[in-house]
């Protein structure tokens, strides 16, 4: 492959998406009072120098304020797992927000606890609180675990994500040492000091980290997601748990990307048996909302420091919000969880990630690219790498974001779009087999063009 050529082609795609995208780039322009010029820092990330603005988004579709209208694969980067505004969504916000009134109120009402009942078994744990984001889960998740083992570290793997937890910017570096993440902003303290880090796919690693004997709990995705994916070895999750329960530190798996496994993420799909799990975003059906959820022995220990005036789990002590649990997030969780992610939209959403990952395999084995592609449940993403890398740092070291940039405005350009900080593509139940055959297809002459054939 030729870096100039890339280099000329990436030039003609950024041209061809400033000339198509007038209104989106004057409205980035005129916008000075926002951070970088948009409302979350990181739809910077958009490839060709300014986002595409918002006009609609219905099902699978969105189109911009110039008229373009693209197949979404990118889905809010997760957050609208459950399609644009799916009606049963739209449909219980709209009785909840116009019909009964009171989005917000300091009271409970009854979707909470069909919520939660729901999450029950679809995970198997019994016990469940409610928060705005799948971050605020962990970091009370992550409270909880400290106060019922009394130990101060957790462990995570290097390079995974876990929202904007302070204690999960942590990586291993080339030498094996453990470090602040780069570009990791204005942390109180350094994280090495209140966070173990080992290797995804390397019991060992984690092992050695849990000898130390002061890990309140293993924090991780059950497969790396933000990263690119990185799936778990045979055997890999089972060891997380056995080395758990012999240095008596609690296992919390962060399903919030991996719900794409299925209905119960990967903790259904694998028989995991976590103290803790997380979700968050892809839930609510694009409504703010998060959830953690407790096995009996956990709660059981949160309640004895809770009576005996050694928590406040009820007012400041760290692990509630006062929008958390809210009706309107409640009502949105119980439509998406009832009729919208269902058994049944899974194996559809499944099989089309299936379709595309086999797509995107296809041109990679026509050219004999060094490439990968790896497949999640409905979610599907390729690396500059092969075979697929095994742990976050091998992931970091096959990024390159001059291929993104290519790929990223070929396919914008020509209706396709893909979550903008990786190559990452997600299936809702609205997408069609026509929206994947239009990226097999894209990525083809993409991949083409790119080597002059």
């Avoid at 703010?288 to 709660?299: I, K, N, W």
Wanted: glycine share 10%; hydrophobic share 45%; charged share 20%.
């Amino acid at each position: 492959m030729s870096r100039d050529r890339l280099h000329r082609l990436t030039a003609a795609e950024r041209e061809r998406y400033a000339a198509s995208h007038p209104a989106s780039r004057a409205l980035f322009d005129q916008a000075s009072h926002l951070i970088g010029r948009v409302p979350m820092t990181w739809m910077s990330k958009w490839s060709g120098g300014f986002p595409l603005y918002l006009d609609t988004a219905v099902a699978a579709t969105v189109t911009d304020v110039d008229g373009h209208r693209y197949a979404d694969f990118a889905l809010g980067d997760t957050g609208a797992m459950a399609g644009h505004s799916a009606p049963p969504v739209t449909a219980a916000i709209n009785r909840r927000a116009i019909e009964r009134g009171g989005l917000t109120a300091m009271l409970p009402t009854e979707d909470a606890e069909w919520v939660a009942a729901e999450l029950a078994r679809r995970f198997g744990l019994p016990l469940w609180s409610f928060s705005l984001s799948a971050t605020d889960a962990n970091r009370w998740a992550i409270r909880v675990a400290r106060l019922v083992t009394g130990r101060s570290k957790i462990l995570v793997f290097s390079y995974c994500y876990h929202g904007s937890v302070d204690e999960t910017f942590v990586i291993l570096d080339d030498d094996g040492a453990a470090r602040s993440r780069p570009g990791n902003v204005g942390p109180a303290l350094d994280p090495t000091s209140t966070t173990r880090v080992a290797h995804f796919n390397d019991l060992e690693s984690v092992r050695a980290e849990l000898e130390h004997g002061d890990v309140a709990v293993i924090v991780t995705e059950p497969a790396l997601t933000n990263i690119g994916i990185v799936l778990p070895e045979p055997g890999f999750l089972d060891g997380l748990r056995r080395l758990a329960d012999q240095h008596g530190t609690l296992l919390l798996i962060d399903e919030t990307h991996t719900l794409s496994a299925g209905p119960g993420g990967m903790t259904a799909t694998e028989r995991l048996r976590p103290d803790i799990v997380v979700l968050g975003k892809s839930i609510g059906g694009g409504v703010a909302c998060g959830a953690y959820g407790l096995t009996e022995a956990v709660a059981a220990r949160l309640g004895e420091h809770t009576r005996a005036g050694a928590a406040d789990i009820e007012d400041v002590g760290g692990v509630g919000g006062t929008l958390a649990g809210n009706a309107l997030s409640t009502a949105a969780m119980r439509a998406t969880l009832s009729e919208v992610l269902t058994e049944q939209a899974f194996d559809t959403m499944s099989g089309l990630a299936a379709r595309y990952t086999a797509g995107v395999q296809a041109t990679i084995d026509r050219h004999g690219l060094p490439w990968s592609v790896s497949r999640l449940g409905a979610r599907a993403e390729y690396r500059f790498a092969s075979p697929a890398p095994r742990t976050g740092n091998d992931s970091a070291a096959a990024a390159d974001p001059d291929l993104d940039e290519y790929l990223h405005l070929y396919l914008a350009n020509r209706g396709v779009l893909l979550t903008p900080f990786h190559n990452v593509a997600l299936m809702c139940p609205a997408t069609e087999a026509a929206d994947v055959d239009l990226h097999t297809g894209l990525f083809a002459d993409a991949v083409a063009d790119l080597l002059g054939r």
